[in-house]
């Protein structure tokens, strides 16, 4: 598989939320407003691609039977530095995304990567990955987050969209949240079906 | 073609004159009075709205036939329509009209189709309709005006309903709005002066009872829903010391008991089962009412017992002949 | 046993460069982040009582079991003017911690919530700035010339309303009213739940003061 492949397949073919179903509780968390799911994305665009590239070193000399506490120190120290850089130098982004950066710690893609596709691969190819799982995350996550705040709170960014429009507010709630995610990943699935013919 | 050859279900095969068209157009007609009775209150425009959703629910199950490629055709058989009428029924008439018609393409399109269509849906999908617009547009869907005879709800001043009044100021701010207990319970019963503030299709309790009666000489529907139902909902509000009379007449109770919670895909198969569910509703119902958020809790009460459907069948399924006893 | 001090050893490698490199990182990060918190903290403390000059230690208050962490406000005399409260209650889905500054008697001078994590668009809404910026006027705004916005902090209308009113005021109404607090559209629990984290400190405060516990 040529290297541009590996980096493109996290965003359409084998997208980690809309086709491998990983990675949904910081989606569902998150995607109420695209402030915070962009917040997110880019969070876990930067976990994943380090936590790919480290563990691709270090695959040589980890023992498999103790690899999943090894890649987990791996992604804890990740994601401690990630929030504590947010913390630090974003304290705004750290007062509405806080709490979830500290769950990519159990962020099913990153440790699914870890284990399906960086234990395998060199550090290039594992970064590649990584990259790409991550936008494909943030694409996923970005839509997602788009329908449910444009619909839900009439607003994109915190910005109104059609003033004096009553939103649908349970598209802001947990319920949309599920309802937005089906009905995308429908769309994804039909579009794929139409490619493919 | 070959679709019509694999329409075939196992024996024993049993003609009844019974079809889907038939069964849910004698619904629509049971429920004619209550929709007359809501234009006489609220006036024309609860008849626009009824009129409005019953039409689009119909487009919405065409189109998701079309795209499911099943015969279009099959957006006459009326369960469309009567989920659309359920809903119109279901919110306050001076709601604008463009959300009871987002409620009924949730109800359609969702809740139905995309569960497999007519016969295959988990939840009442008037219901969920109800739930999704009442979780989307609080404000909208618990403003209610009292409807002047003949005359025009718009202008009327916002009010609470009974249930509301019952919720916020207990007995006596009940007893104080209608004037005396007998007046309440005729005000009830037939949707009129104070009794006259509700969702669009629910204020009369007596043209509902009527309806439902219809359906139960009809052979529609069975006796064991609706009775469990509301028995259940008068004795356990008594038993808390509260007005079973009142519990019965008030908000969608009848509504719910007779139309929504006796739809046969959602509901036991066995009449034992039957009995539980309704039970379920009725003390939910109860709970909801008297302990929860809001103060009305016929819909909900019934959706979760939907959900409880498949267990209740599993637990009192019938035993099948042949097979010896347990 | 070789194996198991092989893994060990593995896993001690591993866990000490992370931990090695997360003290590296919090060296950086430190300074950054309390000063972020304080500064955080500073701004509440002079929004919720403006025309306060300095601010005392953060006492604590123990009354009925419950704590309440508090300051004393003082003027340019270093006279004690009021008390900022500081106190937190559980939400719709996360704590909500309020800063109320209230003059002696109880009344209160504002407040400003801390910290929330309440539902977007709903009880994040606490928040909210009486914002008239929709996408239109920022896509536009992007090629017309800029104007300078002035620097003044805005305060979000649902807590301009505390603004003046004593406790007994402190009452969730869904209709608007300027006597008691207005609940904001579908998030009756948030609106109601940051009442009380205003109301029940106050009551307590002036509970334990009469008593003369401070």
């Excluded at chain 1, 099913?108 to 936008?135: H, Q, S, T, V, Y």
């Excluded at chain 2, 009326?78 to 306050?92: E, Y």
């Excluded at chain 2, 718009?154 to 207990?170: I, M, N």
């Excluded at chain 3, 914002?131 to 805005?154: C, H, P, R, W, Y």
Aim: with cysteine.
């Amino acid at each position: 598989m040529s290297l541009f492949k590996e980096f493109l397949k996290g965003i359409w073919e084998k997208n980690p939320v809309l086709v491998l179903s990983l990675g949904l509780c910081p989606t569902l968390a998150t995607s109420g407003s695209m402030k915070n799911a962009v917040g997110m994305g880019l969070s876990v665009i930067a976990v994943l691609t380090f936590s790919n590239i480290i563990i691709s070193l270090i695959k040589s000399f980890v023992p498999s039977k103790i690899r999943i506490p090894c890649y987990i120190i791996v992604i804890a120290f990740l994601v401690t530095v990630v929030d504590m850089l947010i913390a630090g130098f974003a304290p705004e982004l750290s007062k509405a995304i806080g709490l979830f950066i500290k769950l990519i710690v159990v962020n099913c893609i990153i440790l699914g990567r870890a284990e399906a596709f960086a234990a395998k691969n060199n550090p290039l190819r594992a970064a590649l990955d990584g990259l790409g799982m991550g936008i494909g995350f943030l694409i996923a996550i970005s839509i997602i987050a788009t329908v449910r705040e444009v619909l839900g709170a009439n607003k994109w960014f915190g910005l109104t969209v059609v003033p004096g429009w009553d939103p649908i507010g349970i598209m802001i709630l947990p319920a949309g949240a599920l309802l937005t995610f089906g009905l995308v990943m429908a769309v994804r699935n039909v579009l794929a079906q139409r490619r493919a013919k | 073609m070959e679709n019509k050859l694999l329409k075939l279900s196992s024996s024993p095969h049993i003609r009844s004159g019974d079809s889907v068209p038939k069964v849910m157009w004698t619904v629509f007609l049971a429920l004619l009075p209550a929709l007359i009775w809501s234009y006489v209150i609220f006036g024309l425009m609860a008849v626009k709205l009824t009129v409005v959703c019953v039409l689009f629910a119909m487009v919405c199950e065409a189109a998701c036939l079309k795209i499911r490629k099943q015969p279009v055709k099959s957006c006459w058989d009326g369960s469309a329509a009567l989920t659309g009428l359920l809903v119109a029924f279901n919110v306050p008439p001076t709601i604008p009209l463009w959300m009871p018609m987002l409620g009924t393409a949730v109800a359609v399109v969702i809740v139905k189709q995309c569960f497999g269509g007519l016969g295959c849906n988990i939840f009442n999908p008037a219901l969920i309709g109800r739930a999704f617009l009442l979780a989307s547009f609080p404000k909208h869907m618990t403003s209610w005006t009292l409807g002047a005879q003949f005359g025009n709800p718009v202008d009327a001043v916002s009010q609470a309903t009974p249930l509301g009044l019952l919720k916020e100021g207990g007995q006596e701010a009940l007893l104080e709005a209608f004037g005396s207990k007998g007046s309440m319970y005729l005000d009830l019963a037939f949707g009129y002066g104070r009794g006259a503030i509700g969702c669009v299709g629910e204020i009369s309790a007596v043209l509902l009872l009527l309806g439902g009666l219809f359906l139960l000489i009809r052979g529609i529907i069975s006796w064991h829903i609706p009775i469990s139902f509301l028995l259940t909902l008068a004795v356990v509000t008594f038993l808390f010391k509260g007005d079973p009379l009142f519990a019965i007449l008030s908000g969608g109770a009848m509504l719910g008991a007779f139309f929504m919670a006796t739809d046969m895909v959602t509901s036991p198969l066995t009449h034992k089962g039957q009995l539980i569910f309704g039970f379920g509703c009725g003390l939910l119902t109860f709970i909801i009412r008297r302990w929860g958020g809001y103060p009305e809790g016929v819909s909900y009460s019934i959706l979760i017992m939907n959900a409880t459907v498949p267990l209740i069948d599993g637990l009192v399924s019938n035993r099948v002949f042949g097979t010896g006893k347990k | 046993m070789k194996t198991i001090l092989h893994y060990g050893l593995v896993l001690l490698l591993i866990a000490g460069v992370a931990g090695v490199g997360l003290s590296l990182v919090d060296r950086i990060t430190k300074g950054p982040i309390s000063e972020a918190q304080s500064k955080r903290l500073e701004e509440g403390q002079k929004l919720a009582f403006p025309s306060a000059s300095s601010f005392g230690e953060l006492k604590k208050l123990e009354t009925d079991g419950k704590t309440i962490e508090y300051y004393e406000v003082f003027d340019e005399g270093k006279n004690v003017i009021g008390y900022e409260l500081l106190y937190s209650v559980g939400g719709y889905q996360s704590r909500i911690k309020v800063l109320t500054g209230i003059e002696p008697d109880g009344k209160v001078v504002a407040i400003r919530v801390l910290e929330q994590a309440e539902t977007p668009g709903l009880g994040a809404e606490v928040d909210a700035l009486p914002s008239s910026d929709t996408i239109f006027s920022a896509i536009t705004g992007l090629f017309s010339k800029k104007e300078d916005k002035s620097e003044e902090v805005q305060i979000p209308w649902f807590q301009a309303q505390f603004s003046g009113k004593t406790p007994e005021e402190l009452i969730v109404v869904k209709t608007k009213d300027q006597k008691h607090i207005t609940a904001l559209s579908g998030a009756t629990i948030t609106s109601t739940a940051v009442t009380k984290a205003v109301k029940e400190p106050i009551e307590l405060f002036l509970k334990a003061k009469a008593e003369g516990q401070l």
